[in-house]
């Protein structure tokens, strides 16, 4: 599969940003200026770098169509989603359930639509390169 790969670079890049933006936003933003207000100041950070990640996955991965460009980006979301329910469970003790319900509160939501974003991201890039050819 031509997109597992790039799916898996793109993945690592910014998951590794967001657990360091994350653990910044956990122990110093939170406490600061509320849980709401440190996902809103964390996210235009990762949307920011994961479109610049998702342009350069793109130009260098020879991606026949658009259906690959968004197979690559689903892939990197679901290993980050898989990733992020793995890092609740492991290192905050929480169930898979308190996970997913954590999601319709709104930091988990925003944080959610990010990650959709950041899945559709690559697609977006696709797209874009063709119209510049």
């Given at each position: ?5 790039p799916?898996?670079a ?33 996210l ?84 874009r390169?063709?119209g510049?050819?």
């Amino acid at each position: 599969m031509i997109a597992l790969r790039p799916a898996l670079a793109y993945f690592a890049a910014v998951f590794a940003l967001g657990f360091v933006l994350g653990t910044v936003r956990t122990l110093w933003l939170a406490p600061a200026i509320g849980p709401t207000g440190a996902v809103l100041a964390e996210l235009p950070v990762m949307l920011a770098a994961s479109w610049w990640l998702a342009r350069r996955i793109v130009a260098r991965t020879a991606l026949p169509d658009a259906g690959a460009a968004l197979a690559l980006g689903l892939i990197a979301l679901a290993l980050l989603l898989m990733a992020e329910l793995a890092l609740a469970v492991a290192a905050f003790g929480e169930t898979p359930g308190a996970w997913l319900a954590s999601l319709a509160r709104p930091p988990g939501a925003l944080g959610l639509a990010g990650q959709v974003l950041f899945g559709l991201l690559p697609a977006l890039a696709w797209r874009r390169q063709q119209g510049r050819r």
